[in-house]
């Protein structure tokens, strides 16, 4: 089965929907699960009313764009199995092997302050894999190595303690588009940007949609045309139309004399794409009676499914 995870750190943005929830919800399997992970976003400092609200507004984003109710779970409602899967996982790890992690040494080095949940938090995500016995993670380049852990750790206790995990592999989403920040194409498009001008959010309204697709930054070239290197703006563009359209861009660049053509087809084209997951989500935000259910149901059901493995690794290391 396979597991993924998407963490409430800003409001979902379209990279978000094109490049990884629009796939969750169309080519999950029966017994796929796929979680807010809401713990992860506790690692820098953070403001706990607007993790609230970011959780439960990406967990109606899931359901909203076509996640079946019951492969969805929010991680901290599973607090306590994973708390005591990442103690189990700890004692399995070595300081050095955690350390090692790029984010961490990124992130982490160098300054005052830094939570020591940055230092663990790939062990945390290990229990998120191994609990549920993913066998594959779907992830983005910079996560490979956490899966590597994770990796790493199925393999450790099996050999030490006894089988109880499955051994994950990341694997590498199909060919995504990547897509970038309209006002800078030169970075990604990210939830968590600091300048939100080029980002496209998955719950905006049309108008301002169409006024940060109108302000893209392309270039002073004339033609439209698909040249990714010398020319990224227009060509994020035209990958942002084809990933809501369909088809190739350099054939959709064949369809627009001028930027600013290109610019109301894209509008038009997102527009659309994210109308019936905004309404959705605005629904479902609207009746927190159901989100309560939906949540409480897919914790009760993700929790079941990882019991015995979290049971058997306590009596295999000795405790319980
Ligand atoms: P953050 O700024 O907190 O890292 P993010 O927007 O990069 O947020 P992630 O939580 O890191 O989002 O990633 C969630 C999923 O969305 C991952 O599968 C990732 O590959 C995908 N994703 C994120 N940004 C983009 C993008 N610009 N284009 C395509 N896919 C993306
Ligand atoms: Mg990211």
Known sequence: ?????????????????????????????????YFVSDLHAMTTSHDPNRLRARTSEMLAVLVASGIPVERVFVQSDLARELGALTWVLECTCSYGEAARMV???EKGSGQGGVRLSLLTYPVLMAADILLQGADEVPVGEDQNQHVELARALARRFNGTYGEVFAVPRAVLPATGARVRDLADPTRKMSKSARDAAGVVFVLDEPDLIRRKVRRAVTDGCTGVAYAPAERPGVANLLEILAGCLGGRPADLAEGF?????????????VIEELRP??????????????LARIRREGAARAAERGEHRLGSAMRLIGAG
């Open 1 to 33: 089965m396979r597991l993924s995870g998407i963490t409430p750190s800003g409001h979902p943005q379209l990279g978000n929907h094109l490049g990884a929830v629009r796939r969750w919800a169309s080519d999950g399997r029966p017994d796929d699960l």
């Open 103 to 105: 984010q961490f040494r």
């Open 257 to 269: 004399g001028s930027y600013g053509a290109l610019k109301e087809a894209v509008a038009d084209a």
């Open 277 to 290: 997951i905004r309404e959705r989500t605005r629904a479902l935000l609207a009746d927190p009676g159901e």
